[in-house]
């Protein structure tokens, strides 16, 4: 059972008894719903990332009117008076929770609902995860005032220690594929303000560390090992004397993290992972993060997409070299993050094994000046 505390409080506390819905019946608990809602306000935290998705969020919303929900167990829960929870429920008509996606960085994100609008609120439950909001709200505060990103980033503010994001959905944005044009546009405008090169040697002090290989999981141990190998071996085979062109990059630019809006444009949330990347970073994660997490497609195709997005844009022939940069701070990262987690979600799976099998496809003689 996922511990309530950050959100209800302790359950000594004098409160009230409220029945929920956790969903879903097995496995993972995703959701927390009050049972006095009808409609699956739970799913309003669900990004639509492909056709599957939004069908089912439709169907969700039509059986909701019928008064039947998706399967789910049912849990009396005590909210504290003094919980943040309960502070919601006096502010907001409609209130959801997503008990968040598994792992180092989860946090508890609830959809809140009044006559004034909507909010997606972020709880830290660690201090990692209340170190990525101190970086989100310092990355929109930075952004709203640039005059270029003012329609692109959502409204905020704190709650307590809570941070409460915009529902660009207000504003006609909608789940929808941005085209090459558009998302080549958010990356020069981050690039153009915020452009510097460092070296090869300093990327390297950046990502290496001292590997503990103690995963209790020794599939998931031999896999990190292999994938966190291939990542160094690829840097070995980079020219050291490099320079490579540097931005403030969103870092986690994704299907689900940014919306479209009518005319096309972007609207774009979850800045948690504002920070230093190599050149090209926000269109290869929109690319290859889709074709892992959400298309499952192999390894070769992948290269085959980041290649022709290449093409199409007309970038320089350092692309691959960026492409490889990407790749290994993908892995190296995670690599770090995954291995001192103990709650593994079968992504992690499907993302060192395709991380691992890229750099395999990879020849090095290409990335050499």
């Known amino acids: 059972m996922i511990d309530f505390t950050p959100l209800l409080g302790s359950q000594e506390d004098p409160g009230t008894q409220a029945s929920f819905k956790i969903f879903t019946t097995k496995g993972r608990e995703r959701w927390l719903l009050e049972d006095r809602y009808r409609l699956p306000w739970h799913l309003e935290t669900w990004p639509r990332a492909n056709y599957r998705a939004h069908i089912i969020y439709y169907s969700a919303i039509l059986l909701g009117m019928l008064g039947i929900h998706l399967p789910s167990r049912r849990i009396i829960l005590n909210i504290s008076k003094y919980s943040i929870y309960e502070m919601y429920r006096l502010e907001f008509d409609k209130l959801s929770v997503f008990l968040g996606t598994p792992g180092i960085n989860r946090k508890f994100v609830v959809f809140a609902k009044n006559k004034k609008g909507s909010w997606f609120i972020k709880i830290p439950i660690s201090d990692r995860s209340n170190e990525l909001l101190i970086n989100e709200a310092l990355a929109l505060e930075d952004l709203t005032n640039d005059l270029a990103f003012a329609s692109l ?6 709650v307590k220690n809570t941070l409460a994001i915009e529902d660009v959905r207000q504003s006609g944005a909608s789940f ?14 981050l690039f153009l303000r915020s452009h510097h090169t460092v070296t090869l040697k300093h990327f390297k002090t950046v990502w ?3 590997p503990q290989n103690s995963h209790a999981n020794k599939e998931l141990r031999v896999l990190i090992h292999k994938t966190r190998s291939a990542a160094y071996d690829h840097i070995q085979h980079l020219n050291q004397d490099m320079t490579f062109e540097c931005y403030q990059a969103h870092g986690d630019f994704t299907r689900w993290n940014v919306l479209r809006a ?5 609207r774009i949330i979850d800045w948690e992972m504002y920070g230093r990347r190599p050149k090209f970073f926000d269109p290869l994660h929109y690319i290859v993060s889709q074709a892992i997490l959400v298309d499952k497609v192999s390894a070769d195709v992948i290269l085959e997409k980041v290649l022709k997005f290449g093409l199409i844009i007309k970038a320089d022939l350092l692309f691959p070299i960026y492409f490889g940069l990407y790749l290994v701070h993908q892995a190296l990262m995670y690599c770090d993050l995954y291995e001192s987690d103990d709650d593994t979600a079968p992504q992690v799976y499907w993302q060192l094994q395709k991380w691992t099998n890229l750099f395999a496809l990879m020849a090095p003689s290409s990335f050499n000046e």
Request: glycine share 4%; net charge negative.
């Open 176 to 189: 929808a594929q941005l085209d090459n044009d558009e998302i080549l546009r958010v990356h020069n405008l």
């Open 262 to 266: 009518k005319d096309g444009s972007a």
């Open 208 to 210: 290496e560390h001292t």
């Open 153 to 158: 980033v959502p409204r905020h503010f704190w």
